[in-house]
């Protein structure tokens, strides 16, 4: 062999090493971070899905500083290409890709005999309103379309940091508004049985949308009947509730991350993020009006037993308020709704996880929604955590967890 040309292989290999141990380095520094509490299902596994989550955002961060990609193309063609796998079709089950008024949709429909017109499901996946897909939610569109013989769909909106807040709002209306004019005619879907619903940021959308429909009230299409949150993000007014604070380093969202969502979603500005996180961001004539909604005081005494501690009132900024108000809006925070709002949330099934440091906003708007008169079934994981979700039936990935939260909203759709 030339030895100009060993050289540049030898090179190339110290080259590939050095990546790797740097990669392998900053990788356990970031779990060295982390903290799963005892009570976490299968928490061996999910140090290890942590670690590979980590993996990928670092190779993509470096990658995006090199100018070669940014980090979260990277993420998304990690995710699509290696961690998601789209089964063949089982029997029973129709599947195909549509577009409703322009928006990205796949639509499950149960191909037994149903003796009427069946019930529907529009769904929103989760991600940050960053990433996620139609793909990741595959298995659960499936699962869910064929156990409750309804028709699903599910919902492809537009991502940040590419489109911002309310472009993804604006697709889940335009695509829901769609199904429910066509349901009858072109799917034999009862209109008036069609609920909405979504996990994390999906959630919130989901949230969103039916108090951005009851503010409407225009009549042409009926409403959802229900709304399905899995542990839903509600609110960016207060990073420092008892979840957060206890939650705040347990994969796979961490608490400075659900902030880094919320401001990727409103404008990508990541200046202010810290000041969001200690709650700079709040005008200080709001802070009693929401704290009557927002106070550890309102939640059940067992969420406060892994400890907790009063956050201090951090200094007003009027320069942060303005470059996230449209955060404070009960369209990105539907928990933040006038009372007016809230009486109009159609039935509710809430999911919550312990382990989540969205947990906390699940439960405060469940009693909004009772103390409003609205019909509320929650079902909390005791050693959940965020994200179980997508890693159901996703092979070595899958938590057994994931699947009881996949059956829950199962039993609930059954009663609509």
């Not at 991350?257 to 990727?264: G, I, K, T, V």
């Not at 405060?364 to 955590?385: A, C, I, M, N, P």
Request: hydrophobic letters at 40%; proline letters at 5%; glycine letters at 8%.
């Amino acid at each position: 062999m030339d030895i100009g040309w060993a050289i540049l292989i030898i090179g190339f290999a110290a080259l590939v090493a050095a990546f790797l141990l740097l990669v392998i380095g900053l990788v356990y520094s970031e779990l060295m971070n982390s903290d799963i509490p005892r009570g976490v299902a299968n928490s061996g596994k999910l140090h290890m899905v942590h670690g590979l989550f980590v993996g990928m955002a670092i190779v993509g961060r470096i990658l995006h500083r090199l100018g070669i990609c940014h980090q979260v193309s990277f993420i998304r063609w990690f995710v699509a290409g290696f961690l998601t796998h789209r089964k063949q079709v089982p029997a029973g089950l129709r599947v195909k890709d549509m577009k409703f008024s322009e928006v990205p949709v796949r639509v499950y429909e149960p191909t037994t005999v149903c003796d009427g017109l069946r019930r529907g499901l529009v769904y929103f996946h989760g991600g940050g309103w960053v990433l996620g897909s139609i793909d990741s939610v595959d298995e659960v569109c499936r699962h869910i379309a064929k156990q409750s013989d309804i028709t699903v769909i599910s919902v492809g909106y537009r991502l940040a940091p590419e489109h911002r807040y309310p472009a993804q709002l604006d697709d889940c209306e335009a695509a829901t508004c769609h199904f429910l004019s066509v349901a009858e005619t072109e799917f034999s879907v009862d209109s008036r049985r069609v609920a909405v619903g979504g996990d994390g940021t999906g959630a919130n959308l989901a949230a969103a949308l039916c108090q951005r429909l009851a503010r409407r009230e225009d009549g042409h299409l009926p409403s959802p009947c229900a709304q399905l949150l899995i542990y839903p993000a509600l609110q960016m007014a207060d990073f420092n509730l008892p979840s957060y604070q206890q939650n705040h380093a347990v994969p796979i969202l961490f608490r400075g991350r659900m902030a880094f969502y919320f401001l990727q979603y409103l404008s990508g500005d990541m200046s202010v993020c810290q000041e969001v996180l200690e709650g700079n961001h709040v005008p200080t004539e709001l802070r009693p009006f929401y704290n009557k909604w927002l106070s550890p005081s309102n939640l059940p005494p067992e969420c406060l037993t892994r400890g907790s501690w009063e956050h201090r009132a951090a200094e007003y900024d009027a320069e942060v308020y303005h470059a996230i108000k449209a955060g404070l809006e009960p369209e990105v925070s539907p928990l933040l709704a006038d009372d007016a709002v809230i009486q109009k949330t159609p039935p509710t099934f809430l999911l919550t996880c312990e382990y989540d440091v969205l947990r906390d906003d699940g439960i405060l708007y469940r009693k909004r929604l009772l103390d409003s008169g609205t019909d509320v079934t929650w079902e909390h994981v005791t050693d959940g955590f965020h994200g179980m979700v997508n890693f159901y039936k996703q092979g070595w990935l899958s938590f057994p967890s994931a699947g009881r939260v996949v059956d829950a909203a199962v039993e609930y759709i059954k009663t609509l």
